[in-house]
């Protein structure tokens, strides 16, 4: 989730005036904030559901409206962040992501909170890569950089861990709507910090033009083809309206791959970087790692509310071991890459997330959390968390140094594209799975079926790893050892 001056560390100074603990601060606090969203409203969403009047299908559009928005202008946020300050865009981006918090808690109909959602979305793609790239400057070099990238990445696996338990809490004892309230403090707080801490540097780019018009292509081609595959509960797939919808989908994604040919703007990506097996093999499994892990969140949220009547805090407790479970694996991922090559590890991590789901999909709706939850989260955790550090530095390897920060955030776009898009096709087959009558069986029928095809989702990735990248030697000590401060930038 960095643009390109955040790979430009040995030559970029320090950012002149800054305040280099209060930036620091300041970038800690939003990337909890953003971590944090990705996770926070999943245990909350039969709440959601009651409170706004949202069926079935319809309250997944609370995720991919997130997803879509933030996926989808990731990249033009990166490249705005360089075009008109760094500091100019994370303010701008902070003021919109707490309005649409607010906004999202006061809503009163279910198109208020989707709209609501995707507006943090766009918050979130302007704010995220400006206050990386503003970290980058300020820590350019030594162990002051890897202090404080050690600090991000620490912030940001402790929102995305935290953000089911807190979700629950909030949910259980303040209302679903403090779900949506507790960014508004932070967002709040992380304005102050930049305000007085961040120095109002130059642009790093002020000649090249941000290619907007790309950005809504794509991101509007993506909303569509996703609108288009959760509409087939209403329309089937051969039927004139799901038809029209899926080619103009088509149609917009065509224009966005023109407009990236042809545009005499700066583009949001060279098409040509997808000529290497690296960057595309580890795109290709970062998209479905992305639509299984997206989905088996929201089945197991609601499977465990709706089926086993957990109630929300608990709920967000029984998420922890699967948090702990990725810690663990990030950290014996660290350990193994003396050992084993990137390639290796994301197979195995694959195939161990692979695992635990279809462990998962043999749910039962007499279930209980030691006997259908507790193993497959740990399996699960531990293999995610293999693969999140290898598929960083695979999505980089070989491209050139101004490419590199390109290429990590496509990776990062990738993952929420793959979030929306696998859990409008799995939670579309979940709802025909369940059909009209929804009692806990036929319910847990779906979430089973749901988290069955995740599973299968992990499988076709470890395929993609097998296929389509290469085999390497590990690396070094030694280079493992100069990349740390890079390597630390994870998902």
Partial sequence: MFEKSATQHKTEPAMPGARPGLTLAAVAVVQFMVSLDLSVVNVGLPQIAAGLGFNAVGLTWVIHAYALTFGGLLLLGGKAADRYGRKRVLLLGLGLF?????????????????????????????????????????????????????VWSAMNAA??????????????????????????????????????????????????????????????????LVFGVVRTDQYSWTSPVTLTTLAVAAALLAAFIHV???????????????????????????????????????????????????????????????????????VLAVKLGYRLTPRTLLIVGGLLTATGFAWFGLISPDGAFATDVLGPSIVAGVGFGLCLGPVVSTATAGVAPHETGTASGLLNSSRQIGASLG??????AAHHRTGPTTTPETLNDGYALGLTLSAVLLVVAVLIALTALRRTSPPTRTERTDDRDVLLVQE
């Fill in 260 to 330: 990236e040919r042809t545009t005499a703007r700066e583009p949001l990506i060279r098409l040509g970087l997808f000529a290497n097996r690296s960057v595309a093999g580890a795109n290709a499994y970062n998209l479905l790692v992305g639509a299984a892990m997206a989905s088996a969140f929201y089945f197991m949220s609601l499977y465990l509310q709706r089926v086993l009547g957990t109630g929300s805090a608990l709920t967000g407790i029984m998420f922890l071991p699967f948090a702990l479970g990725v810690v663990a694996g990030s």
């Fill in 423 to 428: 859990l409008a096709a799995l939670g579309t």
């Fill in 159 to 224: 929102g995305g861990a935290l953000g089911v338990l807190i979700g629950g809490l909030l949910t259980e004892y303040a209302g679903w709507r403090w779900v949506m309230f507790v960014n508004v403090p932070m967002a709040l707080g992380a304005l102050t910090l930049t305000w007085r801490g961040v120095a109002a540097g130059p642009p790093t780019a002020p000649g090249g033009r941000p290619d907007v018009l790309g950005a809504v292509l794509a991101t509007a081609g993506m909303t569509l």
């Fill in 98 to 150: 707490g309005l649409a918090s607010l906004l999202g808690g006061l809503a009163q109909e279910p198109g208020h909170l989707v709209a609501a959602r995707a507006a943090q979305g766009v918050g979130a793609a302007a704010l995220a890569p400006a206050a990386l790239a503003l970290l980058t400057a300020t820590f350019p070099t030594g162990k002051a950089r890897i202090r404080a990238f050690g």
